[in-house]
């Protein structure tokens, strides 16, 4: 992620060694040099309610999101479903690396897995008792106003329209039956590669 008034990038890297493991970089958009204080270990700084990270088991799946001068990353399971995982996020102030925040799930497996990264949400709906699941949502804009659709686990394509209304509130769009696979694949226990999720 590019913050263009900061003149930074973002970035997690998985660095593979004795012990792999998550850093957070950010680097000089003009002149690629880390930028002081970084990178940010994070299995040497990111702990929730005694649990402390672990790389080995922990892969970066979503887009990183600045909000407040605050860099946010989530993080799900390394090999897909498998794993003692949880499911983490970790924000780190971009003028104070050095003061990382954590937050994981309780339950092992609750992944973050949101491809398009953390929200900081405004409206929210039940979609109808289905799942997605492993697929990215596409977004359009009509005059009606705008939708973001994606295939679910009852093999359909949804796409829900969220009014311009203070606040926003969701609602159904359309629904269109579908079998098979849509933008991206679950991953099983047994998948040797993974396809990155970007």
């Given at each position: 992620?590019?913050?263009?008034?900061?003149?930074?990038?973002?970035?997690?890297?998985?660095?593979?060694?004795?012990?792999?493991?998550?850093?957070?970089?950010?680097?000089?958009?003009?002149?690629?040099?880390?930028?002081?204080?970084?990178?940010?270990?994070?299995?040497?700084?990111?702990?929730?309610?005694?649990?402390?990270?672990?790389?080995?088991?922990?892969?970066?799946r979503g887009g990183l999101a600045l909000v407040n001068?605050?860099?946010?990353?989530?993080?799900?399971?390394?090999?897909?479903?498998?794993?003692?995982?949880?499911?983490?996020?970790?924000?780190?102030?971009?003028?104070?690396?050095?003061?990382?925040?954590?937050?994981?799930?309780?339950?092992?497996?609750?992944?973050?897995?949101?491809?398009?990264?953390?929200?900081s949400p405004v409206a929210q709906a039940n979609v109808s008792g289905t799942v997605n699941r492993g697929t990215?949502?596409?977004?359009?804009?009509?005059?009606?106003?705008?939708?973001?659709?994606?295939?679910?686990?009852?093999?359909?394509?949804?796409?829900?329209?969220?009014?311009?209304?203070?606040?926003?509130?969701?609602?159904?769009?359309?629904?269109?039956?579908?079998?098979?696979?849509?933008?991206?694949?679950?991953?099983?226990?047994?998948?040797?590669?993974?396809?990155?999720?970007?």
């Amino acid at each position: 992620m590019v913050d263009l008034a900061s003149r930074r990038l973002f970035f997690d890297a998985l660095i593979d060694g004795p012990t792999k493991k998550h850093f957070i970089y950010s680097l000089n958009v003009d002149t690629g040099a880390t930028n002081p204080g970084w990178p940010v270990d994070v299995n040497a700084t990111a702990t929730y309610n005694g649990m402390t990270f672990t790389s080995l088991v922990q892969e970066e799946r979503g887009g990183l999101a600045l909000v407040n001068g605050i860099v946010y990353m989530a993080y799900s399971g390394y090999n897909g479903d498998c794993g003692m995982y949880h499911g983490w996020v970790v924000g780190v102030p971009i003028n104070n690396p050095s003061n990382v925040h954590a937050w994981a799930t309780t339950a092992i497996g609750g992944g973050i897995w949101g491809h398009g990264g953390i929200a900081s949400p405004v409206a929210q709906a039940n979609v109808s008792g289905t799942v997605n699941r492993g697929t990215s949502a596409v977004t359009y804009h009509t005059s009606q106003g705008t939708y973001f659709a994606f295939h679910n686990d009852g093999n359909a394509v949804s796409a829900y329209r969220v009014t311009a209304t203070n606040p926003p509130a969701i609602v159904s769009g359309w629904s269109v039956g579908q079998s098979g696979p849509a933008s991206e694949g679950t991953s099983a226990c047994t998948a040797t590669t993974e396809i990155p999720a970007r």
